[in-house]
């Protein structure tokens, strides 16, 4: 337990918001086309835009852990709910209560708890994606700050946040984070043609057309663009994790309920060996996702994790749930292609989250590069 805040009490809030409020209003979120104001106010309501951000910014005052249990709970319903969350609540603001200075705190996390103004991180570009490390957009330093230039893809909110932090490469210093309000002359986006997957809340495609930004805009200071964007990256990564549990405890209660009132052969399909096979396997690697993604909360909040804790929660449960999405596609049947089911919409959603935050590739690459350098130095595997 953290701060005042009665955390049983607001799981359960958390839990009933999911259950008769979210979950509830994802047919007619699909059929508008985005999330409605009436969910986005209950998600407000109950401060989840401030989950985790201190009280003294306005937030709830929630451990890394209590973050976690609370993301299981929410985003069991789609995970588009959570896409409106996540770049404020993860990676903006945590880039900020670590680095940004008392004005910009002051400015921004009060009204990002709140739900009022919303952020994107823009750092994403067509030649850095998981080579962050290669960006092409350039700050200019002019006699009264920076002149920023440059083009942003696949910018989550980028088309509505109220502020983008933009990393930009600085010629005499190196990559830096700026922040960049809306409206700000030379800044447009314009939305991709198709989503496949989290339809309801698009990500964005960011110009930035000699876009000003004064000195007050830079956050932590020139050249530490990257040590920033990893330490929001890794907070989120965590989170994405937890959404990966979230949405394969939605999709495994999904298939177990079709298997259990579906009858093939005379007999519930759940009686069938084959798919007592898929459920059981499913269970055992969403609890194994589960505690892995709990041990890596609980190492947040007795410091910092190994960043190879995190890649190994963040590979682990977004490679369960794909698996575990197709196989209760497979349980479905031609329920899990054709209908109303929330399975097939969930299915597309859910392949995202291998891509989010360092693609499977990179964490597999980076939890090798770990085991190699640990028998280098004939240290053990296991330290706890």
């Known amino acids: 337990m953290t701060g005042d805040v009665d955390f049983p009490e607001l ?4 839990r009933r918001l999911t259950d008769d409020v979210l979950i509830p209003a994802e047919q007619q979120m699909v059929a508008d ?3 409605s104001e009436q969910s986005l106010a209950a998600l407000r309501d109950l401060g989840l835009f401030g989950m985790t951000l201190p009280h003294e910014h306005g937030g709830l005052g929630l451990g890394m852990e209590e973050q976690v249990r609370l993301t299981f709970e929410f985003t069991r319903a789609s995970a588009v709910y959570r896409s409106h969350l996540s770049t404020t609540f993860g990676l903006v603001s945590r880039v900020l209560v670590d680095f940004g200075t008392p004005e910009q705190q002051q400015t921004w996390l009060p009204r990002f708890a709140t739900g009022e103004a919303t952020a994107a991180f823009a750092l994403t570009e067509e030649a850095a994606g998981s080579d962050a490390t290669a960006l092409t957009t350039v700050a200019r330093r002019t006699a009264d700050g920076y002149r920023i230039s440059g083009s942003k893809r696949y910018i989550t909110n980028g088309h509505t946040a109220s502020v983008l932090m933009v990393f930009a490469v600085v010629p005499e210093h190196g990559i830096t ?13 314009r939305l991709p043609s198709r989503m496949n997957g989290h339809a309801e809340n698009p990500v ?6 000699d876009v000003w930004a004064p000195d007050a805009a830079v956050v932590g200071g020139p050249g530490e663009g990257m040590r920033l964007a990893l330490t929001g990256i890794n907070h989120a990564r965590t989170h994405v994790a937890a959404t990966a549990v979230g949405q394969g405890t939605r999709l495994l209660q999904e298939a177990t309920r079709h298997a259990a009132t579906r009858e093939q052969f005379g007999a519930p399909l759940a009686e069938l060996g084959t798919v007592q096979a898929t459920l059981g396997r499913s269970l055992a690697e969403l609890a194994a996702a589960r505690e892995l993604t709990l041990a ?4 947040w909040d007795r410091g910092a994790p190994d960043r190879h804790q995190i890649s190994a929660a963040k590979l682990y449960a977004t490679e369960m749930v794909g698996q575990l999405a197709d196989r209760a596609v497979q349980v479905l049947g031609g329920a899990g292609i054709v209908g109303d089911s929330p399975v097939p919409r969930m299915w597309r959603d859910v392949r ?26 004939g240290l053990p595997l296991w330290t706890g």
């Open 204 to 209: 964005a495609y960011v110009e930035l057309d």
């Open 177 to 189: 984070a700026f922040l960049v309000p809306r409206p700000a002359a030379g800044l447009s986006a």
């Open 33 to 35: 086309g985005q999330v």
């Open 352 to 377: 995202a989250l291998r891509i989010y935050e360092g693609a499977s590739e990179i964490h597999e690459r980076n939890l090798a590069r770990h085991l190699v350098a640990l028998d280098r130095h």
């Open 11 to 14: 799981r359960e809030a958390v």
């Open 296 to 299: 890596c909360a609980r190492a």
